[in-house]
């Protein structure tokens, strides 16, 4: 695949990766619909978008996926959905980010991979970042909510160390949605009395699901064996700025000194680390 092919695909999955953090934001604020049915709704146009795919490239969903991981990636999106209805746009792919990269790297760590004192410094660095963006103050996230969301980042950290040589991604990820989807109808079934759904809400979990989900990830598992794994990691960190330049641009949400400020030092200490660990 050519250079500039690479650039743009890559480009494009990170954008569809923010837009996910944008129209869940957009419709749990603006719409009328709830969580749990963003939630259900988004792993279903996901899953139909990706057996869409699969089904032009010929292939078949036949024996892919497995229910373990297919409810770490419902634990991921409806962390995810929850999360975002008092999180900004920015400040929630910042938190799920940063989890994500977190778990990778503990996973490492607990394998038994080794730091030299940059990747040390590194891990501190985003760990102050951490500790600052959820300090008390008038613009700190609300506790629960962020929660919520470093545990979606763990969900989905473990849901990709689980589906590491696997197979086809594209194939494993379209099977765990099927399953992930049937977890979530029966989430929205036992939340019946919380269910709101309207037009514009269910329009946005479905651009969520079938466009920033679904063909964001094809996308993305396109270039991943092209793209060093170090590589892969690092430029998944633009994704929380992309979400916040968005948010700022189609949200009107402000970006504050607290958010900036530990913005730098997670999405620094994490690239700190990865090139770290890549020259090493």
């Known amino acids: 695949m050519p250079n500039s092919r690479v650039i743009i695909l890559t480009t494009l999955a990170m954008i569809a990766f923010a837009a996910n953090s944008l129209f869940c934001r957009f419709a749990l604020k603006h719409t009328g619909i709830d969580a749990a049915s963003f939630t259900s709704i988004r792993l279903i146009s996901g899953a139909v978008m990706l057996w869409a795919i699969i089904s032009i490239r010929g292939g078949s969903l036949s024996g892919q996926g497995n229910w373990l991981s297919a409810f770490a990636l419902f634990a991921y999106a409806a962390g995810f959905s929850f999360a975002y209805i008092n999180l900004s746009a920015g400040t929630g792919a910042l938190l799920l980010f940063g989890s994500v990269q977190a778990t990778m790297i503990g996973y490492g760590l607990w394998m038994g991979e080794r730091l030299v004192k940059l990747q040390i410094m590194g891990l501190f660095l985003a760990f102050i970042g951490v500790i600052g963006l959820l300090l008390p103050g008038i613009s700190a996230p609300?506790?629960?909510?962020?929660?919520?969301?470093?545990?979606?980042?763990?969900?989905?950290?473990?849901?990709?160390?689980?589906?590491?040589?696997?197979?086809?991604?594209?194939?494993?990820?379209?099977?765990?949605?099927?399953r992930a989807m049937s977890i979530a109808v029966v989430m929205s079934i036992f939340m019946m009395k919380g269910v709101s759904i309207d037009i514009a809400g269910v329009g946005f979990a479905v651009l969520s699901g079938a466009l920033a989900s679904g063909l964001g990830y094809a996308i993305w598992y396109s270039v991943l064996p092209i793209l060093k794994a170090s590589n892969a990691a690092i430029v998944q960190l633009s994704v929380p700025v992309i979400a916040a330049v968005a948010g700022i641009v189609f949200l009107a949400e402000p970006i504050t000194l607290q958010f900036g400020l530990a913005s730098l030092a997670i999405l620094g200490g994490i690239a700190l680390f990865l090139v770290e660990k890549r020259t090493s």
Do not use: C, H, Q
């Open 142 to 178: 609300p506790l629960p909510s962020a929660m919520l969301m470093l545990a979606a980042g763990i969900a989905w950290g473990v849901y990709s160390l689980r589906g590491k040589g696997e197979g086809d991604p594209t194939l494993i990820t379209a099977g765990n949605f099927f």
